[in-house]
């Protein structure tokens, strides 16, 4: 158990760089960040505004467009499938969603910018969807993407349809690692499977057991009112709100890969699930293999923009071995911030970042909704944040490294 003096040290430490992201110049407009161990939140906080110009200030249950920290709870509905022999990772996943057997790969453009494009030699397999090496793209993140989408008029991701995932593959299947619309597909196979949308699995199967009630892919009104705006900035610096920015309400499509809003203490409940080897949701030898790189020799990496409004160039922990697990990226050494190699974590479009460190016990979560990712300020706040966690706890001998 957390003792009162660990908390009280790390509610004094944490504050502070809370308020330093939003404060500093040019500061994130709000952010609410929360650590927990196995048994429970041991810090919540929160600093800003959740629409700048406005004075309604950021809380603790305040509403997060989670954007692809969505992802890992779309990947536990798959596993809890494949533990109860519904599916094999090693499925082709044409079986069931035939829609992905239409999908092609782009050789290249010809001299009139028009795709030439041939079948995949290799069918895509659940395992490929839920490790990023199927050969799917993000608009924001490869120009090759971003161009076939405009030649073929494809709908934007953020548009919630089946058609926005219909893209191409810009590689063969299994031939490397590659961020993109996969989970996407992969909540069309547990809606194939369950006879039921994907939402509705998951309050089923994961939200109820959890105790988990203020997330949903859509919005309730209470939500609705305690949702923060989302930001962007621009290259010059300037931040300016974007009210009407919000993903489509109903969703045509239940987006396993990014779709979820949800209240932060919400999520901190999946992750002590995973802190806690599957408690009530998955077996441990589950959990285990989840969080184990499943790459083999391929590496995950860092992300270049395609649109400079959703995204930055970036990577996390330059210089750090990274691979991808089921489905999280695992530091292979360990990060400079102080957590051990071997944990997981991933982010959110909007800015927002958590980490899980089953080797301590420990994991937490960063959120903020500001545009384009890894944001100058977001960004800087979430790293000293993380580093300030492990030298709070490590002043405790409570660090195992």
């Not at 369950?194 to 009630?213: D, N, Q, Y």
Request: proline content about 5%; some cysteine.
């Amino acid at each position: 158990m957390t003792s009162q003096a660990i908390k009280d040290a790390l509610k004094d430490t944490l504050d502070k760089v809370l308020d330093n992201a939003v404060g500093r110049a040019g500061g994130v407009p709000g952010v609410v960040a929360m650590i927990t161990d196995r048994e429970g939140n041991i810090y919540e906080g929160a600093a800003g505004v959740r629409e700048l110009g406005k004075e309604t200030p950021m809380t603790t249950d305040t509403v997060f467009a989670l954007f692809s920290t969505t992802k890992a709870i779309t990947g536990t509905a798959l596993m809890q499938l494949v533990e109860e022999g519904k599916v094999r990772l090693d499925d082709p996943v044409k079986k069931y969603v035939p829609e992905i057997a239409e999908i092609k790969v782009l050789e290249e453009f010809d001299a009139d910018g028009q795709p030439k494009l041939r079948e995949p030699r290799t069918d895509i397999t659940i395992d490929m969807l839920m490790l990023h090496t199927a050969g799917f793209g993000y608009e924001f993140f490869s120009h090759e993407d971003r161009k076939y989408r405009e030649k073929k008029e494809v709908p934007s991701i953020l548009t919630s349809t089946f058609d926005s995932i219909k893209s191409v593959l810009l590689f063969e299947p299994g031939e490397r690692w590659n961020y993109g619309v996969n989970i996407d597909w992969v909540g069309k196979v547990v809606e194939a499977v369950c006879g039921k949308r994907l939402g509705e699995v998951m309050a089923e199967r994961i939200f109820a057991p959890l105790g988990m009630t203020d997330i949903g892919f859509t919005l309730t009104p209470s939500m609705m009112e305690r949702r923060a705006t989302i930001h962007t900035r621009t290259q010059d610096g300037n931040i300016t709100p974007q009210p009407d920015l919000i993903l489509p309400q109903s969703p045509e499509m239940d987006m396993g890969g990014h779709g979820l809003y949800a209240s932060i203490g919400e999520y901190m409940k999946f992750i002590r699930m995973i802190l806690n080897d599957g408690e009530g949701v998955l077996k441990p030898e589950t959990v285990a293999q989840m969080s184990q790189n499943g790459l083999g020799s391929l590496k995950s990496g860092g992300w270049i923009s395609s649109d400079p409004s959703l995204a930055n160039d970036g990577e996390f922990y330059p210089g750090v071995q990274k691979s991808w697990a089921y489905t999280f990226q695992v530091n292979v050494d360990p990060t400079p911030t102080g957590r051990p190699a071997g944990q997981l974590m991933w982010a959110g479009l909007a800015n927002l970042f958590y980490w899980i460190d089953r080797k301590n016990g420990i994991g937490g979560f960063w959120a903020s909704q500001i545009f384009p990712f890894q944001d100058v300020a977001s960004y800087l706040g979430f790293i000293e944040f993380e580093s300030a966690v492990y030298r709070t706890l490590n002043r405790f001998g409570q660090i195992n490294t």
